[in-house]
Nanobody, 121 residues
Framework: QVQLVESGGGLVQPGESLRLSCAAS????????MGWFRQAPGKEREEVSC????????YYPDSVKGRFTISRDNAKNMVYLQLNNLKPEDTAIYYC??????????????WGQGTQVTVSS
């Protein structure tokens, strides 16, 4: 049974950092592309990062490029998202998801329950 459990969210001030964690079970994270997306009230869902399992290549949209970093620990079966220099517009629920292939393309197969990130002064 595939399960993804996110953690690490919280309330921070602008400019601060957070590290989100995603614990995977029921599959191994090195076999599928893994990503993070976010959902804010009244806004469309936005993918904020993805890492390919075939070559480790990563994707970031311009809105987070240079501030967010995705990584994967195959031994622990975990995926992480480092969020630096957070801005109020980063406030959202962040979800970890898995693609059905090696590449960051198509739709997510599975995702977790999400973790809330709130950036406010």
């Amino acid at each position: 049974q595939v399960q993804l459990v996110e953690s690490g969210g919280g309330l921070v001030q602008p400019g601060e950092s957070l590290r989100l964690s995603c614990a995977a079970s029921g599959f191994t994270v090195d076999r599928y592309a893994m990503g993070w997306f976010r959902q804010a009230p009244g806004k469309e869902r936005e993918e904020v990062s993805c890492i390919s399992s075939i070559d480790g290549s990563t994707y970031y949209p311009d809105s987070v490029k240079g501030r967010f970093t995705i990584s994967r620990d195959n031994a622990k079966n975990m995926v992480y998202l480092q969020l630096n220099n957070l801005k109020p517009e980063d406030t959202a629920i962040y979800y970890c998801g898995t693609y059905p292939s090696y590449y960051c393309s198509g739709s997510y197969d599975y995702w977790g329950q999400g973790t809330q990130v709130t950036v406010s002064s």
